[in-house]
């Protein structure tokens, strides 16, 4: 490590797991430059909110040089990194000079994997970003005004028909508010389509939802969601997705809404380390998170693979990536040589998946909850964790707002240039 006076620390992200590291570095003797090819935090855990119009894009997100303004040595910087050198000690961003370091962290985050079938992105968008879930909001929104102008025609079916590929969290949750603000909120808005006719389609692969729960709470979840009217498909494989709807196993699917939410796939940009990686594309680290050879060099959250006592990698949850970089930001601060470190020891807090209005699944160690006392935990953390009150209260206020009347206050519709020559 080296002695400067003012240890150069980039940190590559502006995730949990980067912010985490950059606000824990406040009091050292470094200048931490963060780069993110995005200006904002964002709290991945409620995008699918901003998907499906209960939420507003500014509740969930806020920009990292505001959310840095009174540390001053942070440098925030907007960038999307091209390459890692590893022998020079620098990053190449996709404009301007180099930046040098001293001690990098590297929390990229992942995306979605499409399993070898890239061109199925295009046709089925995954939710990792705002941009992903702007794209799919509009989407919803168009769908049922593009319903209402075919009433009477066959493809209104597969205007309303929608398909999520993936039992995950992600999966779960938005299949659950699309049944809800579909049925509930949308169609009332039109006069000539029935409730009845949105169909919400969740396809996953195992033979259950939510494997990271125990599987009482999987079979809740599934009942809770077949009771706002999903369909949930299990041991259901994809072979193909197309415009025209998913074709699993021998059953085609007319639908023209697919959103992909299985499976994913680290960052591309930690292939530069030229280091081992796992089956998803993940950074195999050290019990420090450091690289191996290379103890200057921490990968965290998404992009790293870091087994636990019983060699499962510790799962892509913000609690993971926050608590990583609490840890490294230790090390760096307090410049703990590589043979004086303390592995790294995630606290499991519990986890968490919300199914719709007063339901949810939850465990706590031991403990498992479901129904109201579930998502009341829900909706308590996740208030809790968002940064600042003027967010904490607005969406508060959203969600009261919308359980009373079921009017999501999120339903704009941008048009973009695809849609200018149409009218």
């Not at 909110?49 to 910087?77: C, H």
Request: proline share 6%; glycine share 10%; aromatic share 8%.
């Amino acid at each position: 490590m080296p002695q400067d006076s003012k240890i150069p620390v980039v940190i590559v992200g502006g995730g949990f797991g980067g912010f985490a590291a950059a606000r824990a570095l406040e009091q050292a003797n470094v200048e931490v430059i963060l780069i993110d090819r995005a200006n904002h935090h964002l709290f991945q855990p409620l995008l699918y909110q901003v998907a499906t119009a209960a939420l507003s894009p500014g509740d969930i997100a806020w920009p990292l040089r505001t959310l840095f303004r009174s540390q001053k040595n942070v440098r925030v910087v907007l960038g999307e990194v091209q390459k890692i050198d590893r022998g020079m000690r620098r990053i190449e961003l996709d404009g301007g000079a180099p930046i040098s370091y001293g001690c990098l962290v590297l929390a990229p985050g992942a995306r979605h994997s499409y399993f070898g079938h890239h061109e199925w992105e295009a046709v089925a968008p995954g939710l990792k970003t705002l941009p992903d879930a702007l794209e799919i909001r509009e989407r919803m929104l168009i769908a049922f005004e593009e319903a209402e102008r075919l009433k009477g025609t066959p493809d209104v079916r597969d205007q309303l028909t929608f398909v999520i590929v993936g039992g995950g969290p992600t999966g779960v949750e938005l299949a659950g508010a699309l049944a809800e603000i579909g049925r509930k909120a949308m169609t009332p808005d039109f006069h000539v389509l029935h409730e009845a006719e949105c169909r919400i389609l969740l396809v996953e692969g195992s033979g259950r939802l939510l494997e990271a729960f125990p599987p009482h709470l999987s079979r809740k979840a599934q009942a809770a969601l077949e009771s706002l009217g999903v369909t949930v498909m299990l041991n259901s494989h994809v072979k193909e997705v197309s415009s025209q709807g998913v074709l699993t196993g021998s059953e085609f699917i007319r639908s023209a809404h697919v959103i992909w939410a299985a499976g994913n796939v680290a960052s591309p940009i930690v292939k530069s380390l030229d280091v081992p990686l796992d089956s998803a594309g993940r950074v195999v680290v050290r019990p420090d998170l450091s690289l191996s050879g290379d103890p200057w060099v921490f990968v965290i959250g998404d992009a790293a693979h870091c087994p636990t006592p019983e060699g499962r990698p510790l799962p892509g949850l913000a609690a993971v990536a926050m608590q990583e970089g609490r840890y490294v930001a230790k090390i760096i601060a307090g410049q703990i040589p590589e043979g004086s470190r303390t592995p790294f020891d995630y606290k499991d807090r519990g986890i968490l998946a919300t199914i719709g209005r007063a339901k949810a699944v939850a465990q706590f160690g031991p403990v498992g909850l479901s129904g109201v006392v579930a998502w009341l935990a829900w909706c308590f953390v996740h208030i809790f964790f968002l940064i600042g009150f003027r967010n904490r209260f607005r969406v508060m206020f959203e969600w009261i707002w919308y359980y009373v009347t079921f009017k999501p206050g999120a339903r704009l519709i941008y048009w973009k240039d695809r849609h200018k020559n149409e009218h």
